[in-house]
């Protein structure tokens, strides 16, 4: 905390940085940038989030110089790996974390007696830079043209390990990885049985990295332009971010206008307003020369790969073709319509989101207000929360309070989610006399009329009876849904969705601005329910990671892809069908029609060489050889 106060930041009551949610990474001093905790309470994918957004910040300073400083790392030649196999074991402690539940020391001595194992140790963390000298030493010292770790999963390890390999001469592709902790430790008690296991992986790891071949990584040029899909705030911050960085960018808007829903709020809970944010944001973005905007326009068509997408955009009237080296979706999202609660029946009957507008414009007048929360979230249909739901009954109720004092405002919850430092509303509202009542989700509220007047109808589990509440309006806090044409967009980028619809990320936890398929990244309620900030940082993340593709010049695809027997293949177009990546297509060759694979999108899966009729595509780096090597391995011991 002293090197943080000698920097002058500003610090909340709690002590926590001071970000803004229209600026969530930048602190009161320019150019000083809060990620994770040091900024309030933060789970984990919005740490990686917003940690993506201040680097992506920070890049926007010194894009004038970028390269400036850059020095080309240069390799050393690589070894021939075609003699014997000299393979080198490494098997870490990781802490507690595997050597709390297996037994390292015997995994290793078991190693150092496989065929081809030449030198095994241990490491208490392999992944650290002293772990990894330690690799290159070894290779070195002992002409090893094999590696194998036993470590943590090779999701978040390989390529380090894989570039520590050929820093020390040897191709990348010649390492192999044993999963011991996730697979192992971290799934068993038991320590014999997880020693046992243990072994048993290193042992088959080796089995197959004795068979592992040298493999070519391919540069692919990229165009330095980015494509933006969603004019809300959002995709308006992904566009600024990745300007900011001196790319072009191409911002395609469904509607007419930009700004999307932030144009429908009035306030935010700390008291900004974020129609005037919105309308600046907007203005920012339409006098940027980097930023060519596409209105009243959908995306119809995109082909190609990271580095090189060819888009097809269309406005009615005319079509529009455009390259992009890299892709951000931020299409945002959409209030759902109410069903029940007099909902369209009666005017005294509304969402949030018009009381919020009602209230800002003046025309709020009543003596009792029952808000109901989680209108079509949290059911059968949709079981997600929309997250923005309690902040907004809060704000609403602080607003009434704050208008008419006298007013009686009664909030019908199931949980309350006042996260982070919403907690201090929450009790703010309670000090100005909003009730709170906790109902039954398998007894929701009712809303009915009796005569002229609106009646309520709640079973409480904090009352032991059905309580029958008169009120002259009724505010509902209803679901955020997946924007219009959400299930066409991902088609056409052949980027998943989750089951509610939302756009789906590579990983919850360690790529949260990702898509799978390299190249496109995704931002704001197109992912999922968010608030202002959330949406904000995650849009400069998403743009930070655009942009990083289009500063490298080149990208680097892997060499560990399905290479096609052309001689063998019989082009039934199979593998075309069933690959997810649409990485396969088929090309003539002759009079037949044989495979070809892209290498750009090639993610090595293998479900093309699974149901290749002719058993005419092999997965580099997961060969039949290789795979039954690992499986025999395993069975001469069972």
Known sequence: ????????????????????????????????????????????????????????????????ERNALTVKKEYPEEKDASGEPRIGVFVCHCGSNIAGTVDVEKVKHLAENLAGVVYAETNLYTCSAEGCEKIREAIAAHDLNRVVVAACTPRTHEPLFRETCREAGLNRYLFEMANVRDQCSWVHKDREQATKKAADLVRMSVAKAGLLKPLPMYEIPVTPVALVIGGGIAGLAAAEAIAAQGFEVHLVEREKNLGGNLLKLRTTLSGENPYDRAADAVAKVGSNKLVKVHTGTTVSAVSGYVGNFQVELDAGSKKENIAAGSIVVATGGREWSPEGFLAGEDDRVMTSSELERRIADGKFEAQRVVMVQCVGSRCEERPYCSRVCCGLALKNALSIKEQEPGAEVIVLYRDLMA????????????????????????????????????????????????????????????????????????????????????????????????????????????????????????????????????????????????????????????????????????????????????????????????????????????????????????????
């Open 1 to 64: 905390m002293s090197a943080v106060a000698e920097l002058g930041v500003e610090h909340d009551n709690y002590g926590f940085i001071k970000t803004g949610p229209f600026a969530p990474a930048d602190t009161s001093v320019p150019g000083v940038y809060a990620l994770g905790a040091a900024a309030g309470p933060r789970d984990i994918p919005e740490t990686v989030a917003r940690a993506t957004a201040a680097a992506a910040r920070a890049q926007a300073l010194l894009a004038g």
């Open 419 to 638: 996260h982070g430092l919403k907690e201090d509303y929450f009790t703010l509202a309670r000090e100005a006399g909003v009730v709170f009542l906790r109902y039954n989700p398998d007894e929701p509220p009712t809303v009915s009329k009796a005569g002229d007047a609106l009646q309520v109808q709640v079973a409480s589990p904090e009352v032991d009876e059905t309580l029958e509440i008169a009120a002259d309006l009724v505010a509902l806090s209803v679901a955020i849904v997946p924007a219009e044409g959400s299930k066409e967009l991902s088609e056409i980028l052949k980027v998943p969705l989750d089951a509610a619809g939302f756009f789906s990320e590579a990983h919850i936890k360690l790529r949260p601005v990702d898509f799978a398929s390299d190249g496109i990244f995704l931002a704001g309620v197109a992912h999922s329910p968010k608030e202002i900030s959330e949406n904000i940082a995650q849009a400069q993340a998403a743009g930070g990671r655009a942009a990083s593709i289009l500063a490298r010049g080149v990208f680097a695809a892997e060499g560990a892809v399905a290479k096609v027997d052309e001689e063998a293949c019989r082009g039934c177009g199979v593998c075309v069908s069933v690959c997810p990546y649409g990485a396969i297509s088929l090309a003539a060759k002759g009079e037949a029609l044989v495979a070809s694979v892209n290498p750009a999108l090639c993610k090595s899966c293998g479900t093309c060489a699974g149901a290749c009729l002719s058993t005419a595509i092999t997965t580099e780096h997961f060969t039949n050889e290789q795979i039954f090597a690992a499986i025999a391995a395993k069975m001469e011991v069972v």
